[in-house]
């Protein structure tokens, strides 16, 4: 256990180092929220808690946006885990997690394990919400997007050409936020994501209306 305990504080440390400056949404704290909420899920589901700390603070290590390819940001964190620790099936269980929890849009299979489905939904809960309202604007911010454009319909900006350039903010709600609900593994996560997604359906509501302003102060 102490070992363990030893082996989480120099993973806190990696990541920190790795992530400091990351402005697109994977800075260090979505890391540490993602931590705790894996913390708070694993307790209530009964997971392997070690195994979920481990794999939520490395899960951003291996992020094909921040790696020249996903095999490449794997191979970092094998690496720094063999250079860490000699417990295999930890090494194991941990990188079984953050190569298959990507949300790929939606198609990837389920989670297999408990702590998997710990993991992602931790990840996901951040991707919701005030939080991940404010995360989806920062994102789009960085790629050089704007807020949104009602001239665009959803299927234009489904098409092939609008997906790297011209998608706006708003749309990534359409595309990945709003169905996140419905892709949480455990009961808690799910209670918790049903709260934030109304949270979502409201604040799309308020921004629609301030962007359609009827009355004319003018006139
Ligand atoms: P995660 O750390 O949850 O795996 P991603 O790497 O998919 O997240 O994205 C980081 C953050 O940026 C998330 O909050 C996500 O919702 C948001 N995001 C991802 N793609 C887009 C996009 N095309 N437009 C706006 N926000 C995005
Ligand atoms: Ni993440």
Not at 29 to 51: F, M, S, T, Y
């Amino acid at each position: 256990m102490t070992e363990h305990h030893e082996l989480i504080h120099q993973a806190e440390r990696f990541v920190q180092q790795e992530l400091s400056g990351e402005a697109s949404g994977h800075d260090w704290w979505h890391i540490e929220r993602v931590r705790n909420n894996a913390l708070v899920i694993a307790a209530k589901e009964h997971a392997d808690v070690v195994v979920c700390e481990l794999a939520a603070l490395l899960h951003d290590i291996a992020d094909e946006k921040l790696n020249k390819s996903k095999e490449a940001g794997l191979d970092k964190v094998r690496g720094w885990l063999r250079d860490h620790t000699d417990d295999q099936e930890l090494t194991g269980r941990v990188m079984e997690i953050i190569s298959t929890m990507s949300y790929n849009g939606g198609n990837n299979p389920p989670m297999t394990t408990l702590e998997g489905q710990v993991v992602q939904d931790a990840d996901r809960l951040d991707a919701l919400g005030a939080i991940g309202i404010a995360r989806t604007f920062a994102y789009s911010g960085a790629k050089g997007r704007i807020i949104h454009d009602p001239g665009l319909s959803d299927e234009a900006q489904a098409q092939e050409d609008y997906r790297s350039n011209h998608k706006t903010a708003i749309y990534h709600f359409y595309e990945k936020l709003l169905k996140l609900k419905d892709l949480m593994n455990t009961p808690y996560a799910r209670e918790l994501a049903e709260q934030r997604h109304a949270f979502m359906e409201q604040y799309l509501e308020q921004f629609y209306s301030e962007w359609t302003v009827r009355e004319n102060p003018r006139s």
